[in-house]
């Protein structure tokens, strides 16, 4: 079945300290590839997104990914974290059937940042 | 630039009430238009989408329905809650041939 794995439910690092998301997906091909941030109720918004060409990708706000096919991986990295980078952050994919960008979700991974 | 609203931010309906959730976009034309649910702890899921004017897709069976009346409208109803209706819900948008999307503050529902 399609699915997108992310195993980190909770993750606590220090600020200036690095971060690594992780997030796996199980699809036939390779899908179209993003990273989402959620700040406490609010929306989602766009950090960077995969569609093909160079495997390491930049976003805003300072963060990077990485899509390794060959682990069908795409995780989100950030070499100095801060504070306000606390927040909730979902991988999605669109396996690019029919017209819609349907996305298909992570369950999320609730980063908190200690000071 | 585009923008998209949602409205109410925040709305306490009774079981058995019914529902009507808004989303408008601006600063485009023909977008791919989506409702996802977030449950509590949960990931987005996707309850239906629309890539044209009174074309509606149904992701999951449920006691939801959506609409597209206009073509940067869609509307999110319901004609009696259940309280497993309770969650957040996002509006999204997407230009047709690129793949991301873009999503309004949602709607926070409870039913009780």
């Known amino acids: 079945a399609q699915s997108v794995t992310q195993p980190d439910i909770h993750i606590t690092v220090s600020e200036g300290a690095s971060l690594e998301l992780r997030c796996n997906y199980s699809y036939g091909a390779t899908p179209y590839l993003f990273w989402y941030v959620q700040s406490p109720g609010q929306g989602l918004q766009l950090l960077l997104k995969?569609?093909?060409?160079?495997?390491l990708v930049q976003g805003i706000k300072g963060f990077e990914a990485e899509f390794k096919r060959s682990q069908s991986s795409f995780n989100l990295r950030k070499p100095s974290v801060h504070w306000s980078d606390a927040a909730e952050y979902f991988c999605?994919?669109?396996?690019?059937?029919?017209?819609?960008?349907?996305?298909?979700f992570g369950t999320g991974t609730r980063l908190q940042v200690t000071l | 630039s585009q923008t998209i609203h949602q409205w109410p931010a925040t709305l306490v309906q009774p079981v058995g009430s019914p529902l009507s959730l808004e989303c408008t976009v601006e600063?485009?034309?023909?977008?791919?238009l989506y409702w996802y649910r977030q449950a509590a702890g949960r990931g987005l899921q996707l309850l239906f989408y629309?890539?044209?004017?009174?074309?509606i897709s149904s992701e999951v069976p449920q006691n939801l329905s959506a609409s597209r009346p206009q073509d940067r409208q869609f509307i999110l109803s319901s004609k009696k809650l259940l309280l497993s209706d309770s969650g957040f819900y996002l509006c999204?948008?997407?230009?047709?041939?690129?793949?991301?999307?873009?999503f309004g503050q949602g709607t926070r529902l409870t039913v009780v």
């Open positions: 600063g485009t034309s023909n977008p791919n």
């Open positions: 999204a948008w997407s230009i047709r041939a690129r793949a991301e999307a873009f």
């Open positions: 995969y569609f093909s060409g160079d495997t």
């Open positions: 999605a994919v669109n396996p690019l059937t029919g017209t819609a960008s349907k996305l298909t």
């Open positions: 629309s890539v044209g004017i009174g074309q």
